[in-house]
């Protein structure tokens, strides 16, 4: 990933006072001391200069508008959580942090390029360590976890889910986990027929995944159908089972290296690019060299990519035909933020001629999906839902196209129809079109 230039920003104002958990540290108004070991990393809590830029940003503020739940706040109990002033499990300072659904837009925009990812990640795994999930929750948590790293596992359960959705017993299933669409259980077409004057290029992996192996596979055979259509030779194997990203968002952190060694380990021998379509488990993949520290995962992260970062805008005019639609275009907040595609998939898209695209006029806010967030913190993503579906209604549009599984689940609660990126490219470019 390469470091982002810092944003040209007027002078910060002086920083307001901060309400919620968030005395300043260290001063005879902490409520209590407690001495705990520091967890954090000294120089990225020191980065944040309080100025707020990021406030508008991030979604959860825009929610409430309460400094606890906005970046510059979250710091805040952070820092009195590593001064001794609250511990990291004081319920505010722990509803503060739980409540980021970790969409990392306020790095994106902070002058002082604040790594927040960093520093929440920390946050989230020390309070899942020292406060682990009980009873109910816990239970969901530990089969949950288990079953995403086991594709056996995640097969039964989405074949489960197949039949409750045919008898239409699903309804009984809460909201935040009923998937708005039916589950098709599909095979993958191996083999790729090139077509006839298109130079080789080489294998390419298409990374399956968990769930995406499982629930969106149309898409893995819509990468492998854009990838053969320009000379790339598609493979689905190698296929580890999972790569860790919603383990590492939910602060399992020991799990989530453990499935990052096993995924680098299943790829040693080959060569050429790993495409992902998921722009979560992308954005966790091409931070292997980070959470993993090895020269290996480094090596692994730099073959991680998004189909447009492989695929061109002239490659696709050159050979797509038209597709008369006005669709909406939202970015996923792992793409945009963690990956910084820019607005290389939206180029893709519009070489595809007759396709119409609208960004929301709230395109930089999450649509509070966030991995397991929306089940998390109901409260919070259905707000966030509500704000996302009111910004797409006022696009005009009838369909959304979203890269994210996640994000695809939650915004098709609201009743969109969701078009994945690849999807609308295998289309256009499907054998037969202009070339
Ligand atoms: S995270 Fe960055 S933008 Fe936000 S308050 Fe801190 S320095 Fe300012
Ligand atoms: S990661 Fe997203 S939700 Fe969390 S503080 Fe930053 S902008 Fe807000």
Redesign the pocket.
């Known amino acids: 990933m390469t470091t982002p230039e810092p944003i040209d920003r007027p002078t910060?104002p002086e920083p307001p006072a901060v309400p919620g958990p968030s005395a300043p540290p260290g001063t005879a108004t902490s409520p209590h001391t407690v001495t705990e070991p520091s967890i954090f990393d000294a120089d990225l809590l020191a980065?944040?200069?309080?100025?707020?830029?990021?406030l508008s940003s991030c979604p959860t503020y825009e929610v409430t508008h309460l400094e606890e739940h906005g970046?510059?706040g979250r710091?805040l109990a952070m820092r009195l959580a590593d001064a001794g002033d609250l511990p990291l499990t004081d319920p505010d300072v722990k509803e503060s942090l739980e409540t980021c659904v970790q969409c990392r837009a306020?790095e994106l925009?902070?002058?002082?390029l604040?790594e927040?990812g960093a520093l929440i990640e920390t946050a989230r795994t020390e309070i899942a360590r020292r406060e682990p999930p009980r009873g109910l929750r816990g239970l969901a948590h530990r089969v949950g976890f288990f079953a995403l790293a086991r594709r056996s596992w995640l097969r039964a359960g989405v074949a489960g889910l197949a039949i409750m959705q045919l008898l239409r017993l699903d309804r009984v299933l809460p909201d935040t986990v009923r998937p708005a669409r039916r589950v098709r259980l599909r095979e993958l077409r191996r083999g790729y027929q090139r077509p006839r004057g298109i130079r080789t290029r080489g294998p390419a992996y298409v990374f399956r995944g968990c769930v995406m192996d499982q629930m969106f596979r149309a898409t893995h055979q819509a990468v492998a159908d854009v990838l053969g259509s320009i000379g790339y030779d598609p493979r689905f194997e190698p296929a580890p089972p999972c790569c860790g990203a919603l383990h590492t968002h939910a602060g399992r952190e020991d799990q989530a290296r453990g499935l990052a060694q096993q995924t680098i380990r299943a790829y040693a021998g080959t060569e050429g690019p790993i495409v992902v379509d998921s722009a979560g488990c992308g954005a966790a993949m091409k931070e292997f060299g980070h959470l993993l520290g090895t020269p290996e995962a480094e090596a692994f992260s730099a073959r991680v990519v998004d189909l447009s970062e492989v695929v061109t805008p002239a490659e696709v005019a050159a050979r797509a035909r038209p597709i008369p639609l006005e669709l909406a275009y939202q970015a996923p907040c792992h793409g945009r933020n963690v990956q910084r595609l820019g607005d290389l998939p939206l180029a893709l898209l519009r070489a595809i001629p007759e396709l119409t695209l609208i960004e929301p006029d709230d395109e930089h806010l999450c649509c509070g999906s966030g991995g397991i967030y929306s089940i998390e913190q109901p409260d919070f993503g259905n707000a966030l839902l509500e704000k996302k579906d009111a910004s797409l209604q006022r696009t005009g549009a009838r369909g959304v196209v979203s890269g994210n599984p996640g994000c695809a689940m939650q915004i098709a609660r609201a009743g969109w129809e969701i078009h994945h990126p690849a999807e609308l490219l295998a289309r256009a470019m499907r054998p037969g079109g202009p070339v």
């Open positions: 910060p980065q944040c200069v309080q100025c707020g830029f990021c970046p510059r710091i306020c925009v902070c002058p002082s604040v927040f």
